[in-house]
């Protein structure tokens, strides 16, 4: 961490550009190979918290429909990014009935809330569609431009940490991608995810439409305050209910895709 935050001012003059699959501009002070390490961290101790706390979900029904669903999606995304073949891709299953929410940490480390499934009542197809846009986060490397921000924002904290050689300095770097996470996605980055995921899901064999049930499931729950931290960090884009129907329409009128053969996700617990 000290030597990636010495590197800051430096990076700062270089801060590179990159393109995302769909060809939106991404600011990016954080490779994201750097990304992707610190997630492992991250995760590593928040299962550890959630595990140390009894929030871990022991839910066999549930423990096969996510590695079935997810298993699908992942092995698309594979065939689609070679390079995310190396990740290592997993699930955590975190009881928690009242919160509406899922997320994908850069490297593809996953977490779905039982309060999504539940209270949104999802059918496969719909779940498919969340953990589609959430891996579409990760795959177009949001993460990274996530940490980016997230440090531009939190410099001035850093840098105390470390004049006043700060112990938990250590913890500064898994933080960050803890950090990343709770941040609001931008608006492009949200448009990205939603037709990144989308696709996704299609050629996991999953229905397109599902996407624009899910949306509206999604918006009417918007009210609870379990709902906020997942609308908090993935902001409604406008229009999104129109722009779902009509790609969900377009992807319809394609071939159906042959669902590919499952990939090994690890499931937590
Ligand atoms: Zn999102």
């Known amino acids: 961490m000290r030597r990636l935050i010495l590197a800051i001012p430096f990076a700062l003059t270089l801060a590179s550009c990159a393109t995302s699959p769909t060809g939106r501009t991404q600011f990016m002070l954080v490779p994201p190979d750097v990304a992707i390490n610190e997630s492992r961290l991250a995760y590593a101790q928040t299962l550890e918290e959630l595990t140390g706390s009894g929030r871990m979900l022991h839910d066999p029904a549930l423990s ?5 669903i997810t298993g699908r999606l992942v092995a698309a995304a594979v065939r689609t990014w070679p390079h995310t073949a190396g990740w290592e891709w997993s699930v955590a299953l975190i009881d928690d009935p009242e919160m509406v929410n899922a997320w994908c940490m850069a490297g593809g480390r996953m977490a779905i809330y039982s309060g999504l499934v539940s209270k949104l009542d999802l ?9 589609g846009h959430e891996i579409a986060h990760a795959v177009a490397n949001h993460s990274a431009e996530q940490m980016s921000l997230a440090i531009v924002q939190g ?8 004049e006043t050689g700060n112990r938990d300095k250590a913890n500064a770097a898994d933080m960050l991608a803890t950090v990343a996470l709770s941040l609001p996605n931008s608006r ?3 448009y990205e995810a939603d037709q990144l ?3 996704l899901a299609h050629r996991a064999g999953y229905e397109p439409a599902a996407a624009v049930t899910l949306w509206n499931k999604m918006r009417a729950e918007g009210g609870s305050p379990g709902a906020l931290q997942f609308l908090s960090t993935h902001p409604n884009p406008e229009n999104r209910a ?3 129907a009509a790609q969900a329409e377009r992807l319809r009128n394609q071939p159906p895709a042959q669902p590919p053969n499952s990939y090994p996700v690890r499931i937590h617990p």
């Open 64 to 68: 096969e429909r996510a590695g079935r």
């Open 123 to 131: 059918s496969d197809d719909e779940l498919a569609q969340v953990m």
């Open 155 to 162: 410099l001035a904290v850093a840098a105390v940490g470390i």
């Open 188 to 190: 492009g980055a949200e």
């Open 197 to 199: 995921g989308m696709e």
């Open 242 to 244: 129109a722009r779902l």
